[in-house]
């Protein structure tokens, strides 16, 4: 089965920017989450996606956004860049929302974004 | 957001040494799950852990759910240079997963 996979894995904006990550889960896992890594403040939730349907959202700004297709494919979008937003965006993915379903996330190998 | 408090940071140890690393929180947590991310890779689940008290093992891993459910531990026995790479633990409370600062692993040969 192949695993999680992202693209780009490599992006180089400049400030003011906006930028669109995409994620493509394992197959037959239906639930996607992204997450941002950074050296500072570590992983840090960023929303979860199930069904098209944002399910949890993380403490971030309105500047960073998702949505998921029905393929279960997923984007995040982040507009207006700022320095800070450097970092490495993590998308996992997992069978579904409950339990062991839920709780057992693979993760992509990530973008790591550097805005200058 | 929340972060778990993981130790120690970094570890330096021979091959063939044991390792122990450990989070706690605050909060209590549902589910605790430990990750090893090796250098430009996403983290990778090493053991997932659902019940206070559940001791599982995953080859030379062992990892328990502690008591109290706000604590969990991560050994690794007989380590080898390939268990080089920074290992994290998460735990879930309600929908959302929080991840410790992470546990940076050095062996040497």
């Known amino acids: 089965k192949a695993g999680v996979t992202q693209t780009p894995r490599y992006l180089i904006k400049t400030r003011g920017q906006q930028v669109t990550l995409s994620c493509s889960p394992i197959?037959?896992?239906?639930?996607v989450s992204w997450y941002q890594q950074t050296p500072g403040q570590g992983l840090q939730f960023l929303f979860e996606y199930f069904s098209e349907t944002q399910r949890n959202k993380g403490n971030f700004p309105g500047r960073f956004s998702g949505r998921q297709f029905s393929n279960s494919r997923s984007e995040m979008n982040v507009s207006t860049l700022e320095l800070g937003d450097s970092a490495l965006y993590l998308c996992a993915s997992s069978w579904g929302t409950s339990g062991r379903a839920r709780d057992e996330q693979f993760f992509g190998p990530g973008t790591r974004l550097t805005v200058l | 957001g929340q972060q778990l408090n993981q130790s120690p940071q970094s570890m330096f140890i021979q091959e063939g040494e044991d390792v122990s690393m450990n989070c706690t929180s605050s909060s209590i947590f549902n589910t605790w799950l430990w990750y090893k991310q090796d250098p430009g890779e996403g983290p990778v689940l090493l053991i997932a852990l659902y019940k206070a008290g559940e001791l599982t093992s995953n080859g030379r891993l062992t990892a328990q759910f502690g008591i109290t459910r706000k604590d969990s531990f991560l050994n690794i026995s007989a380590s080898i240079p390939s268990d080089v790479g920074i290992y994290f633990c998460a735990g879930r409370s309600g929908n959302q997963f929080y991840f410790g600062t992470g546990t940076s692993l050095t062996v040497i040969p």
């Open positions: 197959s037959g896992h239906r639930s």
